[in-house]
């Protein structure tokens, strides 16, 4: 059966390496504000607004402090690795008259932090930053200033989360699966005259339902509101730019597609990307189509435990100088991929990283014609302890990519 949540035990090794740290470095307690960094490493996953979350982890306790609207959520039997939750009303706080519920001291956030602190008799702190991020309009202070002592901020989540366990591969895995489907539908739908929000949406929606009849229970939902699997694409002219806007735009014969598919499970996601034709290629696209997969090929040949993560995007540059087109590169090879679309650790020419088994990585070398089109395909790629393994796996030859309709 298919992993679709990560298990009570993996929060458990990743807590025990954070205790492990703690030891190492002579400090109290970890405190974490970053959502994804609060999930990988306990669980707990909330929508991160100007509301500050913190995490708290000691060598006996994990406490969290949590608004009024995630309590319920937080208290609850999905989480058991929280030992105490502390709340808050709201930001930026206040007292709030006739209340049921039980507010830590007072009700602003900076305060019900600094009780959570006291009462587990911190004295050295080490944090993914100091102080909650400034998001959706949060401006309150440092934890440096809260907690009164001073705060080093440490990269600890980040660093580890390069690294992929085997049940985030799993998760991964299972993310390919259902992104692939999502991105067979997208073919399916794609023909002249259908607006390119219409072919996402209907393609996105019947892959999601798909993927919830079929996992049913065992769907571990990390989204509010947004499809389980996803896909969409630029069309025409507009991919010639690596990062445009989806437009207001129906479909012709011949046009060019860049698409993008994934799927969230367990709160981890892939990426596949293909570059694809409205019922044919001319001649023009096909030479740039054959170019882009070959710079592709190239990286994916040079990838491999212990590889330099620069050797593999200059194995591109070298190959794009050759053929005459640097000029219609934009960006480098690839990212690392996980909880986020972008984790740290880059295909980049001005990375020192060098490739570890466990690290995955998109694949992504594209070529952008200035008013003309773009090429990119992109595969999600897990380095082995002997080579890697493609994980996204659909047909990537430019007749499979031709729609037929």
């Given at each position: ?7 009570t035990e ?6 025990d ?9 002579n400090?109290?307690?970890l405190c ?8 990988w ?19 006996s306790?994990?406490?969290?402090t949590?608004?009024r ?6 208290t ?10 502390y ?19 007072s009700?602003t ?9 006291t ?25 440096s ?12 989540i980040?660093?580890?989360r390069?690294?992929?366990?085997e ?13 692939n489907?999502?991105h067979?539908?997208?073919?399916e739908?794609?023909?002249p005259?259908?607006h390119?929000?219409w072919?996402a949406?209907?393609?996105?929606l019947?892959?999601s339902?798909a993927?919830?009849?079929?996992l049913g229970?065992?769907?571990?939902s990390?989204l ?10 630029l069309?025409?002219p507009n ?6 806007l989806?437009?207001n735009?129906r479909l ?7 698409t993008?598919?994934?799927a ?5 996601i ?8 409205v019922?044919?290629?001319?001649d023009?696209?096909?030479y740039?189509?054959?170019?882009m ?7 994916i040949d ?6 330099p ?7 591109v ?13 934009q960006?480098?090879?690839?990212h690392?991929?996980g ?17 570890q ?9 594209a070529l ?10 992109s595969?999600?790629?897990?380095v ?8 996204t796996?659909?047909?990537?030859d ?6 037929t309709?």
């Amino acid at each position: 059966m298919a992993l679709t949540s990560v298990p009570t035990e993996e929060f458990e090794r990743r807590i025990d390496i954070v205790r492990e740290n703690l030891l190492e470095t002579n400090k109290d307690a970890l405190c974490l504000f970053t959502p994804m960094d609060i999930e990988w490493l306990s669980g707990f996953h909330h929508l991160q607004t100007e509301r500050p979350v913190c995490l708290a982890v000691t060598q006996s306790e994990i406490h969290i402090t949590v608004p009024r609207l995630e309590l319920d959520r937080a208290t609850s039997d999905e989480f058991p690795l929280l030992d105490e939750v502390y709340h808050y009303y709201d930001y930026p706080g206040g007292e709030r008259e006739g209340s049921t519920y039980h507010y830590h001291t007072s009700a602003t956030p900076e305060e019900t932090i600094a009780e959570m602190l006291t009462e587990l008799n911190i004295k050295t702190i080490v944090a993914d930053m100091d102080g909650a991020p400034g998001y959706w309009g949060y401006a309150g202070p440092q934890l440096s200033d809260i907690a009164n002592m001073s705060v080093e901020t440490v990269d600890w989540i980040k660093e580890l989360r390069k690294t992929k366990s085997e049940v985030e591969y799993e998760l991964m895995c299972e993310s390919a699966k259902w992104g692939n489907l999502a991105h067979r539908k997208l073919d399916e739908y794609a023909e002249p005259g259908k607006h390119e929000l219409w072919v996402a949406k209907r393609a996105s929606l019947d892959a999601s339902m798909a993927m919830l009849d079929t996992l049913g229970e065992r769907y571990d939902s990390h989204l509010r509101g947004g499809f389980p699997a996803s896909c969409g694409f630029l069309s025409g002219p507009n991919t010639a730019l690596a990062h445009g806007l989806t437009e207001n735009r129906r479909l012709k014969h011949g046009d060019i597609l860049i698409t993008g598919a994934s799927a969230n499970a367990g709160g981890y996601i892939t990426e596949l990307e293909r570059t694809m034709f409205v019922g044919e290629a001319n001649d023009d696209h096909r030479y740039y189509f054959e170019q882009m997969l070959q710079m592709q090929k190239i990286a994916i040949d040079t990838m491999g435990p212990d590889v330099p993560v620069a050797e593999v995007d200059q194995a591109v540059h070298d190959y794009c100088d050759e053929q005459g087109l640097l000029e219609y590169t934009q960006h480098h090879t690839g990212h690392n991929i996980g909880m986020g679309v972008h984790e740290r650790a880059f295909l980049d020419r001005g990375s020192n990283e060098v490739m570890q088994p466990g690290r995955v990585y998109t694949v992504e070398p594209a070529l952008f014609i200035p008013d003309v089109a773009g090429y990119r395909h992109s595969d999600t790629v897990f380095v082995t302890e002997d080579g890697v393994e493609e994980i996204t796996y659909y047909p990537k030859d430019i007749e499979s990519n031709i729609i037929t309709y």
